[in-house]
């Protein structure tokens, strides 16, 4: 039997399936996150400059992915989600940069990626910190592995006009502020913006 998935965020076991999308449930919650994420402005404050190394953190079914292949100049994109189910989706949907060498997708979490010490010039992490085990020991890992200068984005559902399920899914300004004291504590400039149904914390090294 499976370990429940609990989260730094809760005092219950996370049982929902786009925190361990398995099977058709999770074949369907990771279509459901391709309609939903607004992975747009996620791209605008990521701010991806040409030959850059970006890892995304939970990359799910692989949206924010190609997004960065067709509108971005990264050089590398690496990828780490804990789902094999995922795994499979995003594959199947960068396909051919996969191929190309310029995309890997790996099984990994936020506090345990598998790269090298300040190995990538970006991160960024959309919708899954809210689910991570321990907070602290995902961002000390996100600041191990960017290099100085670099930058953590970490953008979770709210924002100034989230819609209704937007809504269900924001986090208390309580834990909003631990995530940015959190990143305080480790990054020389931290920075948060209230997006249309995201919170933004921007985060450089």
């Not at 995304?56 to 190609?66: D, K, M």
């Not at 997708?105 to 959309?126: K, M, N």
Request: hydrophobic share 40%; charged share 25%; net charge positive.
């Amino acid at each position: 039997m499976d370990t429940p998935l609990r989260s730094w965020a809760g005092d219950r076991p996370v049982t929902s399936p786009f925190a361990r999308p398995v099977g058709t449930r999770g074949r369907l919650a990771g279509r459901f996150m391709l309609w939903t994420n607004k992975q747009d402005d996620v791209l605008h404050i990521l701010d991806v400059q040409p030959e850059d190394r970006v890892l995304e953190v939970g990359y799910g079914p692989g949206g924010l992915v190609r997004l960065l292949v067709a509108r971005s100049g990264a050089a590398v994109i690496r990828g780490v989600d804990p789902s094999p189910e995922m795994r499979r989706a995003a594959t199947r949907a960068n396909r051919g940069a996969i191929r190309s060498g310029r995309v890997t997708l790996d099984l990994g979490t936020a506090d345990h990626t598998g790269l090298a010490d300040q190995s990538v010039d970006r991160v960024a992490s959309v919708n899954n910190v809210g689910i991570w085990p321990d907070l602290e020991a995902g961002l000390r890992e996100l600041h191990r592995v960017v290099r100085p200068g670099g930058v953590v984005v970490i953008a979770w559902h709210g924002g100034v006009s989230p819609g209704p399920i937007t809504r269900r899914l924001r986090l208390p300004e309580a834990k909003l502020q631990r995530i940015e004291r959190a990143l305080q504590k480790l990054f020389a400039d931290v920075s948060r913006r209230d997006m249309r149904s995201l919170v933004v914390f921007k985060a450089v090294r």
